[in-house]
């Protein structure tokens, strides 16, 4: 697989040099994300040359963000060493909730106390950046305990949270479990009270709501999930990966052996679509109002049209007056009530 993915470096490079444009062509590199799967289950070795071939094939940033996600169960003193060593500066962990009884409900891998002494380790080895991922509205979380759950990670002093709602996929286990009344089903209820206190207490704990699902202390938040809000180009390496050129997307195959087989014979096993001005100012809709900065009209007026800019400002009106949004220096935000109904609002606003 790594062979592959070396690979797929090597083409995807000589594919955009030859076919990307120049306000598109992705040359210098900010940030790398190793996520998607296990990565932390990849030997130093690997991740090494990896590394090592974006650096000859691009100019990467002295100061680039690298990161890696990692489950509490993978981790330990010697790998943590070796990703420092490596160049890896940041970690993503899979923490998902600090309750046993959650764990054990989500079919996690690693418990409760792993949660804990992973983190414990990641800051005695020296990781000052990292970030952990919690789910709320699960079935076996009340609200006291998720509300413990917040408070261990601001106790933590974690630097970076992505909190989710529970979702359940259509034909998935849960899904079917839910139907066969094996267990209970989510409640809407239940995740927005959950939504709204870890909105106000992360606020009095310092913390940046920067996006719908991510929290940080100054100076904390993740470049890499900014840069995709941000509409900036991307590449994206492995089966499934997706690519951005911002009038393109691109994704790779699911499948690995069909991805590994392609790849020996020198074809990126990828679909391409290109995307329309009116799919480009709806992502944009979608992205920019999941931030704290908004949607912004001005740049909507100069990329997109006087005369859609103006529609959104008409369409925007209903949502004004029930307070779900708010306009700062031409740009509309979200309040907090309002990102109760996120998606809602940006669909009720696409062309």
Known sequence: MIAAMLKELSLTKMIHINNTSADNYVN??????????TPSLLSIDEI???LDTIKNLYNVDANAEITLEANPDDINETKLNEWKAAGINRLSLGIQSFKQQDLQWMNRVHNAEQALQSIKMIKEVGFTNYSIDLIYGTPTLEDDEWKINVETAIALKIPHMSCY????????????????KKVKDIEPDKQARNFLF???????AGYEHYEISNFALPGYRS????????????????????????????????????????LKNNIVPCEKEGLTATQQLNEYIMTSLRTIEGLDLNFIKEKFGEENSKKIVEESLKFQKTGK?????????L??????????????LFF
């Open 335 to 348: 309040t907090d009530e309002g990102k109760l109904f996120a998606d809602g609002i940006a669909a009720d």
């Open 48 to 50: 090494n040359k990896l």
């Open 325 to 333: 949004l708010t306009i700062i220096d031409r740009r509309f935000i």
């Open 28 to 37: 210098t590199i900010s940030t790398i994300y190793f996520g998607g799967g």
């Open 223 to 262: 470049r890499h999930n900014s840069s995709y809000w941000q509409a900036k180009p991307y590449i994206g390496i492995g089966p499934s990966a997706h690519s951005y050129q911002g009038n393109t997307r691109s994704w790779n195959v699911s499948n690995n052996a069909l991805y590994i087989e392609s």
């Open 198 to 204: 870890l909105m106000n207490r992360m606020k009095e």
């Open 165 to 180: 709602a529970l979702t359940v996929e259509p034909s998935t286990a849960l899904q079917k479990m839910i139907t066969q």
